[in-house]
């Protein structure tokens, strides 16, 4: 996999804020999950900021969780929006499926399935590589090499794949990636040099209006030039019973001559009878590369209804 490719890869992790407003109303992911109540004292509950840290440089609940979702049956419905540059609707794709799985062996059944607009090519492609990246990391999570393997995805060295690469940056971000021109030391964002760069918040919540949580935010301050950073924000979800990571929200931009995106991403998770798994993944954003027209693209994903058959 080229650099290019995974630069593509690389904006379905992040956010678009002015974008996402511009598109608002076509934006699928109308589900409020998560009501914040009020500022956390740290005393009464005796956190600090190094307890977050610590707890989301330790996490692999967040990648195991998309592990064990093949291990289950369950419903998903995934929408997909495209735009042309005006942010007008150009394309919608449409899926219900039910992922079966039956002692280790997995099926698709397609419930539901309608595609319009200028979604695909003349040779039955993808129009855009935002939707083909949809199909590589969701779609094909259910049966396919995504999810393979046991512990954190990628060791962040230079000879790791540009998979495992997108992978670390999915389910294990604050570290450092190498090989990724410009911006690896700027993925980083718990170090030292870059600490400069952020606030720190933290909230008392409610998940989906029963779950108590501690919203943990890592966001660039107001004086932080743009090309300072990578990462504009970065908000934990933490079950305040367990510590356990029920949520993870990425915003990203960048622009240089050779790239520039600017996208958001949110994943989501619960418990099914002591299992965390994969609940809601929306996205929105665009990605401009060299050779490429610029992309727009939106989509929610929601799977449900887990059960061992």
Same mark, same amino acid.
């Given at each position: 996999m080229n650099k290019k490719i995974f630069f593509l890869l690389l904006c379905l992790i992040g956010g678009y804020h002015s974008f996402a407003?511009?598109?608002q109303r076509y934006n699928p992911?109308?589900?409020r999950t998560i009501v914040i109540d009020s500022a956390v004292n740290i005393r009464s509950h005796r956190l600090n900021v190094q307890d977050f840290i610590d707890a989301v440089l330790? =996490?692999?609940?967040f990648y195991k969780a998309f592990q064990d979702m093949k291990r289950y049956s369950f419903t998903a419905e995934n929408r997909i929006y495209t735009y042309d540059k005006k942010n007008r609707v150009n394309g919608k794709i449409y899926r219900k499926l039910r992922h079966i799985d039956n002692n280790g062996t997995h099926r698709l059944e397609y419930l539901a399935k309608s595609d319009s607009g200028n979604v695909f090519k003349r040779n039955g492609k993808y129009q855009l590589y935002t939707v083909e990246m949809f199909d590589y990391i969701f779609t094909n999570a259910y049966?396919?090499?995504?999810?393979k393997g046991e512990g954190l995805p990628g060791d962040g060295s230079k000879n790791g794949s540009y998979k495992a690469k997108l992978k670390m940056l999915i389910f294990s971000p604050g570290r450092k990636i190498s090989g990724l021109p410009f911006i690896s030391n700027k993925t980083a964002i718990f170090s030292? =040099?870059?600490?400069?760069f952020y606030n720190y918040e933290f909230a008392l919540g409610k998940y989906l209006d029963t779950i108590p949580v501690y919203r943990f935010k890592?966001?660039?301050k107001p004086s932080t030039a743009d090309g300072d950073v990578v990462i504009r924000e970065l908000t934990t979800i933490f079950d305040a019973r367990t510590f356990q990571i029920l949520g993870r929200y990425v915003d990203m931009k960048y622009s240089n001559l050779l790239f520039d995106f600017d996208v958001q991403m949110n994943i989501e998770m619960?418990?099914?009878?002591g299992v965390l798994l994969p609940t809601k993944i929306s996205y929105q954003g665009n990605w401009d590369i060299p050779f490429h027209k610029e992309e727009?693209?939106?989509f929610l994903i929601v799977q449900k209804d887990y059960k061992k058959e």
């Open positions: 407003q511009q598109i992911d109308t589900i330790a =996490d692999t609940s049966n396919a090499d995504f999810v030292r =040099d870059m600490h400069q890592v966001i660039r619960n418990n099914f009878n727009r693209a939106s």
